[in-house]
């Protein structure tokens, strides 16, 4: 069986985000660059708006939003996985945070996965302990 959960960021704090890429695109001087901050902004907005975490056999997904932006990480060699609570310096997005790489959208709900080479990843989720257990079956 396989494991697909998406994740969306909450439409409040996406009204609140898209006020400020608003203001923060109405900011730099002349049009063309306004036009350019807000392409660029709104591009962010669509793409990092959900992340959709998928888990098979062999490997696990994470993407975000509709677009190009994804990720693919082998089952093999995993050798734990384990619900975590990231803080908020941790923050948001795709980013190393000095243990490993992170992946998440919105909350500070996550899972650290180890592989055996001492590599990690962090899944940002609303649902850890669910996605724990759909990796945890499949690297037995």
């Known amino acids: 069986m396989e494991y697909t959960h998406t994740q969306k960021v909450p439409e409040n704090v996406l009204a609140v985000a898209t006020i400020a890429g608003l203001a923060l695109g109405l ?9 350019l901050t807000l ?7 669509l793409n990092f708006r ?9 490997k696990i997904q994470v993407q975000y939003g509709d677009g190009p932006v994804k ?6 060699g995993i050798s734990s996985v384990q619900p ?3 803080s908020p310096i941790m923050g948001w997005g795709i980013h190393f ?3 490993g790489w992170l992946f998440n959208v ?3 709900d996550a899972v650290e ?3 055996s080479s001492g590599k990690k990843i962090f899944i940002g989720t609303d649902e850890p302990h669910i996605l724990t257990a759909a990796i945890s079956k499949r690297i037995g």
Do not use: C
């Not at 900011?27 to 036009?35: H, V, Y």
């Not at 992340?51 to 098979?56: A, P, R």
């Open 39 to 45: 392409g660029v902004l709104g591009a962010a907005a």
């Open 106 to 108: 919105y909350g500070l």
């Open 84 to 86: 975590i609570r990231t």
């Open 97 to 99: 945070v000095g243990a």
């Open 50 to 58: 959900s992340l959709t975490v998928s888990v098979d056999s062999e």
């Open 27 to 35: 900011t730099p001087p002349g049009w063309i660059l306004r036009l």
């Open 71 to 76: 990720k693919s990480f082998p089952i093999d």
């Open 113 to 115: 996965i180890t592989y």
